[in-house]
């Protein structure tokens, strides 16, 4: 209990009671909620009487604070009661809860075991020897982040607060935690969690599956190992000393991560989640999560760690009897595995239904990871809602390139609504589909498609002729690097748009083997030197030379907007370089991936 007073001076004359109170002892009392439940309690008062919130302050009176420390903390971490799976006088095996750090944990503790068997190092522990925390172990968005943490109590290796946790888990992850009640209890656990005599089994769902050595199983019928199979471990991996057994629980199909494996996995004691963590990042197989030396999935990176703590065994200390106990996984485990199925089989129809589409009526399988490109079979795909032909020439369009459209079509009616006919120049158009799709939307609208491959302009052709276009677009050989080289480029474009390659060249090979088809795709539309930005560094250097040429015939017209595609995490880098004209904004794909920048030409000094 704290007991603090004050009295008001003239400045605070005609001040309510709560403002008072917040404005003397608000590192004590921390917000406006906990000041109400101190003034709800009883626990302010001037002159000597309880006051209400509300109360008119006169100079002179004095107002006093019993601040109950122990309320406060029950009206945080009393609300919400842990899960005991086993619980006697000297120990308990408690569910932690994801969401909650080990810290806040411990905390909620004496509210949830049997306050009758909890030794107290004074009847009022927690009232007299712990202040309202000062900061808390990680920041929350819930009500706890009110009271902050003592930074010196340690979540993992046995606070003096009794009862306290032996052995910790991210806050991120929930399972099954040992709870010391009674001191020498507490240095008891250490010891065997130190020893190694605590068993625990934790369940991961990690990305990718494990491969057979099929020169040792020369007779495996699947290339993966199945449910029930126990892994060998690596050695050489990081932290393989700290894994005693994996064995594979399931394995699921994913579009993102080609497979999902879950694992259950014991770590020799007294080895926890971050070890298991590691040794996984290092075999290439990370856990699904947003923690440290873990690794999202597209479509889930808002939905914390995939690990859990669903099996601890050890033998009790006093009673010298097997305690052994289980915690179900995670209801979200399942609804991963049951997202990434689902996603899967709707791929798959959506697969089928492009090549009927085809003309492939009778096709009843298609495995995309074996087979060449669905667009290469058929020879066209869609693209904002058009289709074009393609071929091994030609880069197959995405979805996410749509993007680049719409921010032209965007960009057309803010800053060129009256400008007519409007001229757009497409740099490595390929099969002319970004290109051809901006003018279908355009009416009137002229364009020029450059590349340097001819093949690639022959489809390019076709497209523009199928879709009526061919009178008001050309199609030529250029290089991105040398604009300036051909005359009927100087046309004062009012509209410059360009989907370079711009995957790293330096890891081709692992790209090609992570994106599924990509292989079959002309590396010269993929992939740039110079960690992925040569391309862009070449399309600014004849730019930036268009823009200083003093001659009246011009690549853009002096109100001219570059329009890019860029890769995940290269805004800043492209933006550098440039830096020459004016960053008009960014704009983000349907996955809220930062997908195109757009510049302009900048203002004549």
Known sequence: MKELEATVLEQDNGSRAWKFVMQHWKAIVQSREHMRKCFKRGEVSVNGSVAEVTKLLSTGDVVQIKFNTRAAHESIYGREKLTVLYED????????????????????????????????????????TDDLPDAEEEEDDDEENEFQIQQNVSPTVGQQRIPCATHGLEKASNGLVLVAKTTEMRSTLMKMHDNGEINRIFRVICHGAWKKDTASDSVATSLHYDADSTLSIDAECLDAKCIQSIKVVSITESNAAE???????????????????RYLMST????????????????????????????????????????????EEPTKFQQLRAREKKACERRQQNDLEELRKGGLENVQNFNRKTERPIAYIIGEKEFFGMRFKVSPATLIPRSSTETLVKATLSMKEERLVYKSPIKVLDVGTGSGCLLLAIMHSIPGSVGVGVDISQEALNIAVINSTEHNLSERTSFQIGDMGRLQDSSDLLQAFDILVCNPPYLDSSKSAKLTSTFVGTEYEPPVALFAEKEGYSAYEMLAESIEQDLKSTSPHVILAPHGLVILEIGNGMGRRVREIFSFMKFERAVADSQDCERCLVFSVAPQA
């Open 89 to 128: 006088e000297e120990l308990a095996v408690v569910v932690k809860p994801s969401g909650k750090t080990m810290v806040a944990f411990g905390y909620m503790l004496p509210f949830s075991l049997r306050p009758s068997s909890i030794q107290m190092a004074r009847s009022d522990d927690i009232e007299e």
């Open 259 to 277: 497979f999902l494996t879950t694992l259950d996995i014991q770590p020799f004691s007294p080895f926890l989640g971050i070890n298991i963590r």
């Open 284 to 327: 290439q197989h990370p856990v699904v999560g947003n923690s440290g030396n873990s690794k999202p999935l597209k479509a889930n990176r808002d939905k914390g760690l995939f690990s859990a703590v669903i099996h601890v065994d050890f033998i009790h200390p006093t009673l010298s009897t097997l305690i052994s106990l289980d915690l």
